[in-house]
Nanobody, 120 residues
Framework: QVQLVESGGGLVQPGGSLRLSCAASGSIFSIYAMSWYRQAPGKQRELVAAITTGGSSNYADSVKGRFTISRDNAKNTVTLQMNSLKPEDTAIYYC??????????????WGQGTQVTVSS
């Protein structure tokens, strides 16, 4: 059994910052890519940022220069630092981990999501 637990969402004014964290736990053998997705009301879920085990990252064009993804391989955590937030960043943010369990195949695991609301 593997689970991802997110934290750090909330309400922030435009131009503000939030830091999202996600911790993976359970019968994990190894973790490959870790990523953040978001889904706004009425829209499809989209990739926000992803990071490999080696630290290579990529971002959606809409967040480049404002968001930073990082990870701690020893703690199985991934963080999304979000600066200069805009109302259009409002969404539920989901953490995803591409991993291999101790006794199973390589799988993708999702967190439960955390709400981010950017509004004055």
């Amino acid at each position: 059994q593997v689970q991802l637990v997110e934290s750090g969402g909330g309400l922030v004014q435009p131009g503000g910052s939030l830091r999202l964290s996600c911790a993976a736990s359970g019968s994990i053998f190894s973790i490959y890519a870790m990523s953040w997705y978001r889904q706004a009301p009425g829209k499809q879920r989209e990739l926000v940022a992803a990071i490999t085990t080696g630290g290579s990252s990529n971002y959606a064009d809409s967040v480049k220069g404002r968001f930073t993804i990082s990870r701690d391989n020893a703690k199985n955590t991934v963080t999304l630092q979000m600066n200069s937030l805009k109302p259009e960043d409002t969404a539920i943010y989901y953490c995803k981990s591409d991993l291999r369990t101790v006794a199973g195949p390589r799988i993708g695991v999702w967190g439960q999501g955390t709400q981010v609301t950017v509004s004055s």
